[in-house]
T-cell receptor
Framework: EAGVAQSPRYKIIEKRQSVAFWCNPISGHATLYWYQQILGQGPKLLIQFQNNGVVDDSQLPKDRFSAERLKGVDSTLKIQPAKLEDSAVYLC????????????????FGEGSRLTVL | GDSVTQMEGPVTLSEEAFLTINCTYTATGYPSLFWYVQYPGEGLQLLLKATKADDKGSNKGFEATYRKETTSFHLEKGSVQVSDSAVYFCALTHGGYQKVTFGTGTKLQVIP
């Protein structure tokens, strides 16, 4: 079974530029998460999708961050314009539907996309 | 809201030493509790979990017991190896939509 795929692995941009990250979750997983992990800190949830609907985006800086999951499968996270403090690893994770008999509560993570803003 | 508090690192141990990483949580109701591990250069992966009070999760020699009375889920291993060097995250899942809250992580370094 293929894992969670993310791209690009690394990105370096200057402040005020834009960047986009892509995530393809494990096949059949209804829930998709985007986390921001700043060096030395734990992952912080940015947005959570259930299929193509948003469940929680309370910590997403909506003036500069946007995310979509149009067909309920893969997802894109965009930052425009980027700030220095956006330098972090952006983690995508997926999990099966809570009501699924096979649901375990486990999140499956991709390797992350490391963003450096200069 | 929900929160997870972990002991600060880094924790440096000699090989074969006993490991404890403390984790306490704040949440209403009955969350599920997890330990995730992040090896250098890799993504997070589940280490172990417990879904109800008094459950013990175990994997790869690591153990943690869900203690409702002390709201804790401390990670232990009797004899660590150099290959256990990683960052360990305590987390909880709560609610029908599986919102996951992570602690800040504890870096473990095991020296030969």
């Amino acid at each position: 079974e293929a894992g969670v795929a993310q791209s690009p692995r690394y990105k370096i941009i200057e402040k005020r530029q834009s960047v986009a990250f892509w995530c393809n979750p494990i096949s059949g997983h209804a829930t998709l998460y985007w986390y921001q992990q700043i060096l030395g800190q734990g992952p912080k949830l940015l947005i959570q999708f259930q299929n193509n609907g948003v469940v929680d985006d309370s910590q997403l800086p909506k003036d500069r961050f946007s995310a979509e999951r149009l067909k309920g499968v893969d997802s894109t996270l965009k930052i425009q314009p980027a700030k220095l403090e956006d330098s972090a690893v952006y983690l995508c994770a997926s999990s099966s539907r809570y009501s699924d008999r096979k649901a375990t509560g486990e999140l499956f993570f991709g390797e992350g996309s490391r963003l450096t803003v200069l | 809201g929900d929160s997870v508090t972990q002991m600060e690192g880094p924790v440096t141990l000699s090989e074969e030493a006993f490991l404890t990483i403390n984790c306490t949580y704040t949440a209403t109701g009955y969350p599920s509790l997890f330990w995730y591990v992040q090896y250098p250069g890799e993504g997070l992966q589940l280490l172990l979990k417990a879904t109800k009070a008094d459950d013990k999760g175990s994997n790869k020699g690591f153990e943690a017991t869900y203690r409702k009375e002390t709201t804790s889920f401390h990670l232990e291993k009797g004899s660590v190896q150099v290959s256990d060097s990683a960052v360990y995250f305590c987390a909880l899942t709560h609610g029908g939509y599986q919102k996951v809250t992570f602690g800040t992580g504890t870096k473990l370094q095991v020296i030969p």
